[in-house]
T-cell receptor, first 114, second 114 residues
Framework: AQSVTQLDSQVPVFEEAPVELRCNYS??????LFWYVQYPNQGLQLLLK??????LVESINGFEAEFNKSQTSFHLRKPSVHISDTAEYFC????????????FGGGTRLMVKP | EAQVTQNPRYLITVTGKKLTVTCSQN?????MSWYRQDPGLGLRQIYY???????DKGDVPEGYKVSRKEKRNFPLILESPSPNQTSLYFC?????????????FGPGTRLTVL
C-alpha cells in the first residue's frame, strides 16, 4: 500500500519569504503525484499534478513542485508567499496501474504572517 | 455552475441512528469518491465508484455503505454510526478514474456522533 509523509505539520513564514513544503511517498513504482490546497472552511482544490514528462510542474498562482524519483519526493515551493496563501496543503499519490485509490499525506498548515 | 454539493453540511446525531449524507454532481462525471478528513491523518478514501452500479472499497470502508443508482448521485450511508465516525466528510468527482482528470470536491459535511 502507498503511504505519503508530509514532514511538517505546520510551517509559519513571513509574507514575501520563500517556502518549501515537503512530501515523501513510499512507492517505488511509477506514480501520479498531486498537491491540493484547502482554504479555511472549504473543500480541497487541485493545485498541481505530476503525471509524466517534465519533473517540474507549476501552478497558476506561483507554486511549483519537482518530482524526484530517486528520493521519492514531491516538494512544493513558492519563492515569495502572500497572506492569501495561508491554507492547509495536502500531498497525494496514486498508482496509475491501480487507478482508483488516492492516498493523502497528513497535511501541512502554511501560516503566512505579515 | 459546475459543482459538487453535499447535504447536510453539519450533522449531530447519536450512536446507532442511521443516517445518509447525500452527494450530487452536475458535471456528468463517471468517477466519484467519499473521503473522511481527520486531524493529522489527511484524507482517507472510504469508497469510490467508477460508474453507475459500480462501487469499490477504499482504505477505510468499515461502517459505511454507498450506492450509485444514478450517475449524478453517490450517497454515503452510516447504518449504525459510532463516535469514531465523528469526522469531516468530503465527496469528490472526476470525469474518469485514475485521477488523470481533475477531481472536484464538495464543501464537506461535519458529522458528530455522540
Amino acid at each position: 500500500a502507498q503511504s505519503v509523509t508530509q514532514l511538517d505539520s505546520q510551517v509559519p513564514v513571513f509574507e514575501e519569504a520563500p517556502v518549501e513544503l515537503r512530501c515523501n511517498y513510499s512507492s517505488s513504482v511509477s506514480v501520479y503525484l498531486f498537491w491540493y490546497v484547502q482554504y479555511p472552511n472549504q473543500g480541497l482544490q487541485l493545485l498541481l499534478k505530476y503525471l509524466s514528462g517534465s519533473t517540474l510542474v507549476e501552478s497558476i498562482n506561483g507554486f511549483e513542485a519537482e518530482f524526484n524519483k530517486s528520493q521519492t519526493s514531491f516538494h512544493l515551493r513558492k519563492p515569495s508567499v502572500h497572506i492569501s496563501d495561508t491554507a492547509e496543503y495536502f500531498c497525494a499519490v496514486s498508482d496509475p496501474n491501480a487507478g482508483n485509490m488516492l492516498t493523502f499525506g497528513g497535511g501541512t498548515r502554511l501560516m503566512v504572517k505579515p | 455552475e459546475a459543482q459538487v454539493t453535499q447535504n447536510p453540511r453539519y450533522l449531530i446525531t447519536v450512536t446507532g441512528k442511521k443516517l445518509t449524507v447525500t452527494c450530487s454532481q452536475n458535471m456528468n462525471h463517471e468517477h466519484m469518491s467519499w473521503y473522511r478528513q481527520d486531524p493529522g491523518l489527511g484524507l482517507r478514501q472510504i469508497y469510490y465508484s467508477m460508474n453507475v452500479e459500480v462501487t469499490d472499497k477504499g482504505d477505510v470502508p468499515e461502517g459505511y455503505k454507498v450506492s450509485r443508482k444514478e450517475k449524478r448521485n453517490f450517497p454515503l450511508i452510516l447504518e449504525s454510526p459510532s463516535p469514531n465516525q465523528t469526522s469531516l466528510y468530503f465527496c469528490a468527482s472526476s470525469l474518469s478514474g485514475g485521477f488523470v482528470d481533475t477531481q472536484y470536491f464538495g464543501p464537506g459535511t461535519r458529522l458528530t456522533v455522540l
